[in-house]
């Protein structure tokens, strides 16, 4: 299957900084990719949609301005969590579509704010 | 209000037993994903089913899907502790893929 890098897999932060999380689809272009937001023994809460060249599509109660994302090129988007706080700690996950059905996915970042 | 209804929620059984999960909607899919995901990783893309009635077979795993497409379920055959994992379907619906709440499955030796 296609293959979805996300990179850190983990990160730990100070209160009030702002952490970037990276996704890079490393063997097909992505014209669409999706942030997830994943507590501890649930599913994949679905924050927003990314399209390369233009503004993320967000999910209703999703702060855009505190999770920016951006969809430089086909291959990669990122995302950043602005001025994070502790219960912004959670698991992360990017996933890009091949197509209109099947979706590859990265393998997270845990992150985790103190 | 889920657009995918998935049950059981949790499953604790023992090696060697059967047990299969379901995923189902009153929304018609033009297809339907299985994944599994183990802690700390991203899920991993299991089998997808695309026509009504299908079934697909992966090593002890059945895949099936209902002659409506509504509704789908994972069949897994003398389960071995190495299946234990959190187990997720998803339909594409519009342009994006929506997950049922998951079954984490604890296969016990």
């Known amino acids: 299957g296609a293959v979805v890098s996300q990179h850190p897999s983990r990160v730990i932060c100070k209160s009030g900084t702002s952490v970037k999380i990276e996704c890079r689809s490393l063997?097909?272009?992505?014209?669409?990719m999706f942030w997830y937001r994943q507590f501890p023994k649930q599913s994949l809460m679905l924050m927003a949609t990314?399209?390369?060249?233009?503004?993320?599509?967000?999910e209703q109660g999703v702060e855009k301005d505190k999770f920016l994302i951006n969809h430089a090129s086909l291959t990669l988007s990122t995302l950043t969590v602005t001025s994070a706080h502790p219960e912004d700690s959670s698991f992360y996950i990017c996933?890009?579509?091949?197509?209109?059905?099947?979706?590859?996915f990265g393998q997270g970042t845990r992150l985790t704010v103190v | 209000t889920q657009l995918l209804e998935q049950s059981p929620q949790f499953l604790s059984i023992q090696e060697g037993e059967n047990l299969t999960v379901y995923c189902n909607s009153s929304s018609v899919f033009s297809s339907l994903q299985w994944y599994r995901q183990e802690p700390g990783e991203g899920p991993v893309l299991l089998v997808t089913v695309v026509t009504g009635g299908e079934v697909k077979k992966l090593k002890r795993l059945t895949f099936q899907f209902g002659d409506a497409r509504k509704d789908s379920s994972l069949h897994i055959t003398a389960a071995q502790p190495g299946d234990t994992g959190l187990y997720l379907c998803?339909?594409?619906?519009?342009?994006?893929?929506?997950f049922g709440a998951g079954t984490i499955l604890r296969v016990k030796s």
């Open positions: 996933s890009a579509r091949v197509g209109l059905t099947e979706a590859f």
């Open positions: 063997d097909f272009q992505a014209t669409t």
């Open positions: 998803a339909g594409g619906w519009g342009n994006k893929l929506v």
């Open positions: 990314s399209n390369e060249g233009s503004k993320a599509t967000y």
